[in-house]
């Protein structure tokens, strides 16, 4: 890390940036035309991928951070570590996001992969707690 704000990227960090933007590639944006891919990467080692969903009501639009994180979740997994999204642009997630994978990992790595930085550019990393300084978590 070199400023505290920055992590390291993980050691299969091209394989979930591959991950995030092949799930791009089926994002369902009709309305705003903004795809994004995102991608998971669990204590395990597993990647899983999502992509966002629009509706015409844009509040039930789904992003594809929480669709990523929601797959994972799906098969038992809640060790998220690294989460990596896609888009043209500055790829941060939204707040809503940001709280969403609080829940899971305070620390995870976030990817940030900018799709005009090119295939072999490593993207910039953010530890998830700077982007949400006072995130919270409920006592279980």
């Known amino acids: ?11 299969q960090w091209k394989s979930l940036v591959a991950a995030a933007r092949d799930a791009r ?15 998971v990467l669990t204590k395990a080692g597993d990647i899983f991928s ?17 669709a990523a994180a929601c797959a994972a979740i799906a098969t038992g997994q809640q060790d998220i570590v690294a989460v990596c999204i896609s888009l043209t642009g500055t ?13 899971f990992n305070p620390s995870m790595t976030v990817l940030i992969d900018d ?3 090119g ?5 910039e990393t953010v530890l998830l707690s700077n982007l949400l300084p006072r995130g919270f978590r409920l006592e279980r």
């Not at 999502?50 to 929480?66: D, H, K, W």
């Not at 790829?91 to 829940?103: K, M, S």
């Open 91 to 103: 790829p941060i997630p939204c707040g809503t996001c940001r709280q969403f994978l609080y829940e």
């Open 119 to 123: 295939t072999e550019a490593a993207p």
């Open 115 to 117: 799709l005009n930085a």
């Open 50 to 66: 999502g992509c966002n969903v629009e509706n015409a009501s844009y509040g039930l639009t789904i992003c594809a951070e929480r």
């Open 1 to 11: 890390m070199t400023d505290g704000s920055h992590a390291a990227l993980p050691v």
């Open 25 to 39: 590639s089926n994002a369902y944006a009709p309305y705003s035309e903004f795809t994004v891919g995102a991608a």
